[in-house]
C-alpha cells in the first residue's frame, strides 16, 4: 500500500468522523468508524462502523446509506483530489 493511500485513509477517517458527530442525530446510539478502505482506481470508499448498542446498527446504517452523497459532497469540497470514490458504509 503506498503512502499516499494510507494518508487519504486517515483524512477521509477523521473528517468523516468528525461531520457524522457534527450533523448526523440517531438516537441513543453511538457511531465509532473502524477502518476506512479506498480501493486503488479511487471508485469506492469502504467505511467500516461500529455502532453502541448494536440494536441500533441497522438503523444507523440506514441513516448513514441515506445521507452518502452529502457526506460524499462535504468530503470533496475539504479533500482536494480529482474525483472522489463513492461512500460505501459497512
Same mark, same amino acid.
Given at each position: 500500500m503506498n503512502f499516499r493511500k494510507e494518508r487519504l485513509q486517515g483524512l477521509v477517517a477523521k473528517l468523516l468522523s468528525e461531520e457524522i458527530i457534527r450533523n448526523i442525530e440517531i $438516537?441513543?446510539?453511538l457511531i465509532t468508524i473502524i477502518n476506512v478502505d479506498i480501493d $486503488?482506481? &479511487?471508485d469506492a470508499a469502504r467505511i467500516y462502523v461500529e455502532v453502541f448498542p448494536d440494536s441500533k446498527h441497522k438503523e444507523a446504517i440506514e441513516i448513514l446509506k441515506k445521507k452518502a452523497p452529502s457526506l460524499r459532497s462535504f468530503l470533496s469540497k475539504k479533500i482536494?483530489?480529482?474525483? !472522489?470514490?463513492? &461512500?460505501? !458504509?459497512k
Open positions: $438516537s441513543d446510539a $486503488s482506481e &479511487l482536494n483530489i480529482r474525483k !472522489f470514490p463513492m &461512500l460505501v !458504509f
